[in-house]
């Protein structure tokens, strides 16, 4: 090392590298302020993470209708292979408005905040209650068919 190398390692910042260095400091300051602010901001929070839920239910709910309607047309087509017509088209009727209850409930879950899918869940709750004729005989017919299906393997 030379004299002078050793010397400017040594000497007192110039007022350039001053004002770089609290410039720098400056900067790090804000982001750390910044940081500390949103970890504050409960509100904030509490928006994203309801932002977060709601698009999960979004997607969640897509799914099961997407699976609500290929159960449902599924079982009709195995109902409608193996029944007698009135029953058949009993089954068809009850797949239909299953299919549009489950379609329209999907929909309005969908726009729902968490709390009004809460609400709605009491909703089909309540609907699933009312309209029991109409899934159990749905039921009926699955498991009738499926049992057929069943009877006709171990022959």
């Known amino acids: 090392m030379t004299e002078d190398h050793a010397d400017r390692k040594h000497s007192a910042p110039t007022p350039a590298e001053l004002r770089e260095q609290v410039r720098v400091t400056r900067e790090e300051l804000g982001h750390t302020v910044e940081a500390l602010a949103a970890k504050a901001d409960v509100k904030a929070q509490a928006r994203a993470k309801a932002a977060e839920v709601k ?8 799914q099961v209708k997407t699976h609500v309607h290929d159960a449902a047309a599924h079982v009709a087509g195995a109902a409608h292979e193996k029944t007698p017509g009135p029953v058949r088209e009993t089954a068809a ?3 239909d408005q299953l299919v549009a ?3 329209a ?9 968490p709390e009004q899918a809460r609400e709605r869940g009491r909703i089909i709750a309540a ?11 749905v039921g009926v017919v699955a498991t009738l068919a499926l049992l057929r299906r069943a009877r006709r393997r171990n022959r």
Do not use: C, F, Y
């Open 55 to 62: 698009s999960q239910v979004k997607a969640r709910t897509a």
């Open 93 to 95: 009727q009850t797949r």
């Open 101 to 103: 209850s489950a379609s």
């Open 127 to 137: 609907v699933a209650r009312r309209h029991r004729t109409a899934l159990i005989t």
């Open 105 to 113: 409930v999907a929909a309005k879950v969908q726009e729902s905040t």
